[in-house]
Structures are given as structure tokens and as C-alpha cells.
Nanobody, 119 residues
Framework: QVQLVESGGGLVQPGGSLRLSCVVS????????MGWYRQAPGNQRELVAH???????TYAESVKERFTISRDDAKNTIYLQMDSLKSEDTAVYYC?????????????WGQGIEVTVSS
């Protein structure tokens, strides 16, 4: 089993920044793709940012040029740097990974962390 623990959420004013972290319980060599998703009240969960197994990053149109996804293999951690936050970024954010090696074919999710953008 792979466990994911998110941190770094909270309340921030519009225009502010937050950095979300997702610590993975296994080395990232056991992970293929990884991403951040979010779900706002009344909405479906949507992809925010993604790192493919080849390292290619993709972003939702609504967060391009504002959010940056990255990884630190030494710390088994995935980050989401969020800048120029808007009220519409308010949501619960989830980290997700697709397993490799002995975890191949399985997808794992974190418990979610709240981000509220409000003045």
C-alpha cells in the first residue's frame, strides 16, 4: 500500500501564495505519473496539474502560469506551488499517484487538504 499525506493548505487572501506538499510513503521510483486534483463544493473533481512518467507536466487551463507542480525524489515529496490565487481556486486539493513496479496498475489518493482563498 502507498500512503500519501498532504500538507500546506489553509486560508489565504486573493493574490497570495501557498505551497502544497504530498509526502509519499515509498520512494518515487515506485511511482509512474503523479498529480494534483481539486474538488470545489458542488463540482466534480478535476485535474489541476500532472507529471507524466516521462517528466512532461500539464496543467488545467485555469491554473496555467500560476501553479507549478514539482517533485523531490530525495524527500519522496510532490509539490504544488500556487501563486496569484483567486477565489475560484477554493477547493479541497488531492494528491494522486499511479504506482509502478510492485504497485503497477494501482492508483493511490491522499486524504485531501482544504485551500480557501478569501479576503
Amino acid at each position: 500500500q502507498v500512503q500519501l499525506v498532504e500538507s500546506g493548505g489553509g486560508l489565504v487572501q486573493p493574490g497570495g501564495s501557498l505551497r502544497l506538499s504530498c509526502v509519499v510513503s515509498v520512494g518515487l521510483i515506485n511511482i509512474n505519473a503523479m498529480g494534483w486534483y481539486r474538488q470545489a463544493p458542488g463540482n466534480q473533481r478535476e485535474l489541476v496539474a500532472h507529471i507524466a512518467v516521462n517528466g512532461l507536466t500539464t496543467y488545467a487551463e485555469s491554473v496555467k502560469e500560476r501553479f507549478t507542480i514539482s517533485r523531490d525524489d530525495a524527500k519522496n515529496t510532490i509539490y504544488l506551488q500556487m501563486d496569484s490565487l483567486k477565489s475560484e481556486d477554493t477547493a479541497v486539493y488531492y494528491c494522486s499517484v499511479d504506482g509502478a513496479r510492485r504497485f503497477r496498475g494501482r492508483t493511490f489518493w491522499g486524504q485531501g487538504i482544504e485551500v480557501t482563498v478569501s479576503s
